[in-house]
């Protein structure tokens, strides 16, 4: 499966952004979907994950309340809405795909390139 990830950009804290992320190539519904992020200098870390039917999420701590995974399978599309932004969330952001039907953290096969995320003070 290939994924595209676009939707970055500046943003003032406070404020909102839609990561989107449009995939091809196989069912979109037999994967588990995810975002991770990566700041300068820091290891990748998981954002958020999303069951095949969008009944089922996780997220990190550090954007519970904040953040929501929305995916659209009639689309072959998942999101990452991103409210109430800080400085601390500029990172470049990624998409992620695992086969299977439940939520993952870890173990993504698949894996879009990064979309650039600057929220200023």
């Known amino acids: 499966v290939q994924l595209q990830a676009s939707g970055g950009g500046l943003v003032q804290a406070g404020g909102s952004l839609r990561l989107s992320c449009a995939t091809s190539g196989r069912t979109f519904s037999a994967y588990g979907m995810g975002w991770f992020r990566q700041a300068p200098g820091k290891e990748r870390e998981f954002v958020t994950g999303i069951n095949w039917s969008g009944g089922s999420t996780y997220y990190a701590d550090s954007v519970k309340g904040r953040f929501t995974i929305p995916r659209d399978n009639a689309k072959n599309t998942v999101y990452l809405q991103m409210n109430s932004l800080k400085p601390e969330d500029t990172a470049g952001y990624y998409c992620?795909?695992?086969?299977?039907?439940?939520?993952?953290?870890?173990?993504?096969?698949?894996w879009g390139q990064g979309t650039q995320v600057t929220v200023s003070s």
């Open positions: 992620a795909a695992r086969l299977g039907s439940n939520v993952f953290t870890t173990g993504y096969e698949y």
